[in-house]
């Protein structure tokens, strides 16, 4: 299974781009990296999927190195609504029995104004 | 839109009773998980299921059982309940090669 590490908290202001980066050193060949946003009483939302290079969506960007050992989530211009904790998740997200997850232990991002 | 039920936002249950958790997901979605999540530890699958009747161990299924009769629904069994089991319980579901799609918990209280 890949075992992911975040920073635990982070810090940063309006209308500033931040990055969290997700280190998964045993990453699978077939294993995809998955970013979701949770808000305190809700459910984690997903954000953003990749599984190499760069990917951006309306929400934020996914940038992926070619070892795959790491990935960095990128939130433009944040604002307080993005204060939330970030979860990375790598999978084979394929489904079947050998199907299972690792979830990250999840970054507070705090968002200042 | 995906939309992950849970049938209760709060709970409250005490020692040593048996206690059910369900879930409904309304897109016909094979995957379903339950997870828990306790403030530190992230969140941690409990057990999932990729098909009607078919059921996966997750990372701690110790205490805890799972029924899925039919695709829409899976349901987490506390057999006996114990005040470590205390916690936020999350269901997502999700088809192959797509992100899961969460409810919005169960906040289960054991006395």
């Known amino acids: 299974l890949a075992k992911t590490t975040q920073p635990i908290s982070m810090d940063s202001y309006e209308g500033q781009e931040v990055n969290i980066t997700c280190s998964h050193n045993?990453?699978?060949?077939?294993?995809?990296i998955t970013w979701y946003q949770q808000f305190p009483s809700q459910g984690p939302r997903f954000i953003i999927q990749?599984?190499?290079t760069k990917v951006t969506n309306e929400v934020a960007s996914l940038f992926i190195p070619a070892d795959r050992k790491s990935s960095t989530l990128s939130l433009p211009r944040v604002s307080l609504s993005d204060t939330a904790v970030y979860y990375c998740?790598?999978?084979?997200?394929?489904?079947?029995?050998?199907?299972?997850?690792?979830f990250g232990k999840g970054t507070l991002l705090t968002v200042n104004p | 839109d995906v939309k992950v039920t849970q049938s209760s936002r709060y709970l409250v249950k005490r020692t040593g009773e048996k206690v059910f958790l369900e879930c409904v997901q309304d897109?016909?979605?094979?995957?379903m998980f339950w997870y828990r999540q306790d403030p530190g530890l992230g969140l941690r699958l409990i057990y999932f299921?990729?098909?009607?009747?078919?059921?996966e161990k997750g990372d701690i299924p110790e205490g805890y059982s799972v029924s899925r009769e039919k695709k829409e629904r899976f349901s987490l069994i506390l057999e006996s309940a114990s005040t470590n089991q205390t916690s936020m319980y999350l269901c997502?579901?999700?088809?192959?090669?797509?992100?899961?799609?969460f409810g919005d918990g169960t906040r289960l209280s054991i006395l």
């Open positions: 990749g599984y190499k």
């Open positions: 997502a579901s999700s088809i192959p090669l797509q992100p899961q799609h």
């Open positions: 897109m016909d979605h094979e995957n």
């Open positions: 998740l790598v999978g084979p997200d394929s489904g079947g029995s050998n199907y299972k997850l690792t």
């Open positions: 299921s990729y098909d009607v009747k078919m059921k």
């Open positions: 045993n990453i699978a060949t077939n294993d995809y």
